[in-house]
């Protein structure tokens, strides 16, 4: 089973580009997203949009993303039709699309790799904690968790955290859940999971009590009624293999959405996520593309 790649490169970011210029997703188109963006297109310059050091992997995070991944044969040949993604093709997929976020000092997006749920759902919140000790998740607008079991994938993602309980802002507090084979994975099990993870991380950071409801305080704040479980309808697999594929690009869709306004009109109510995931022209996509 020979070793193909480790990720990071620790290559000049103009060399990557070059490398992915010829793609679609990995090279930086926004899909038609207004407003869009993607830090690892390059501007018309041909520099880094970050200004930093495009030669390494931000040196705060160099020691812990060392060979974060690892691809081999084996790997690879699951990028053939009629096989399945694996855990490093996933984390390959979503460390590449947020590359240079580590570079970006207010970035607003996390990305927990695919290890992440099935450890916080199998040994608990306190097994998984120092995975955030330098992160504070309540500064992100986005944070993405990658979901397998039963041989199927699907993807969670955890909309403005920071922003539980606060009624006069625009945005709020939500957890996404998208699926291209709906029933498979319980939704709403993995949101309670969320839910407790998140108030544990509420408590490690000192946030205190939060007014809920009127003048209702709790410690607890991240519960079914302040922080809701949206599944919108989106594209659906038609085959048994696909389902990672769908992951990453949703994933990628919803990056590059990462600067627009995630309001509780857009994503309550009947019409759930209509206006912006349903409709939305990234997850417009045919099934050409999943194919390619």
Not at 23 to 52: F, H, I, W, Y
Not at 97 to 104: C, L
Not at 136 to 149: C, G, M, Q, S, T
Not at 188 to 202: F, P, S, T, V
Request: aromatic share 8%; charged share 25%; glycine share 6%.
């Amino acid at each position: 089973n020979k070793l193909l790649l480790k990720y990071p490169f620790h290559k000049d970011e103009r060399v990557l580009a070059d490398a992915a210029s010829g793609l679609k997703e990995l090279g930086g188109d926004l899909l038609g997203v207004e407003g869009g963006t993607c830090d690892a297109r390059m501007n018309a310059e041909g520099t880094d949009p970050s200004e930093g050091d495009v030669n390494n992997i931000d040196s705060r995070n160099s020691a812990q993303i060392k060979n974060l991944v690892t691809i081999t044969k084996d790997d690879r040949d699951r990028l053939l039709p009629g096989r399945c993604l694996n855990d490093e093709l996933i984390n390959l997929w979503m460390c590449w699309i947020s590359r240079n976020e580590s570079h970006q000092p207010n970035s607003n997006v996390h990305f927990f790799t695919t290890h992440f749920m099935p450890k916080l759902k199998d040994s608990g919140v306190d097994t998984i904690l120092s995975w955030t000790k330098s992160v504070n998740v309540f500064e992100k607008k986005l944070i993405f968790v990658p979901v397998h079991a039963d041989e199927h994938w699907s993807l969670c993602v955890i909309v403005n955290p920071g922003l539980i309980g606060n009624s006069e802002s625009e945005e709020h507090s939500f957890i996404l859940f998208l699926d291209s084979k709906v029933g498979i994975h319980p939704s709403a099990l993995y949101a309670k999971h969320i839910r407790d993870w998140l108030n544990c991380e509420w408590k490690r950071l000192g946030r205190g009590e939060v007014v809920v409801k009127g003048d209702r305080r709790v410690d607890d704040p991240f519960d079914t009624d302040t922080i809701v479980l949206i599944c919108p309808k989106t594209r659906q697999q038609k085959n048994g293999v696909d389902c990672g594929v769908f992951v990453c690009r949703n994933a990628y869709n919803l990056y590059i959405m990462r600067h627009q306004s995630f309001s509780w009109d857009n994503l309550s109510g009947k019409e759930a996520c209509k206006s912006m995931i349903t409709k939305g022209v990234a997850f417009q996509f045919p099934p050409s593309d999943i194919a390619r």
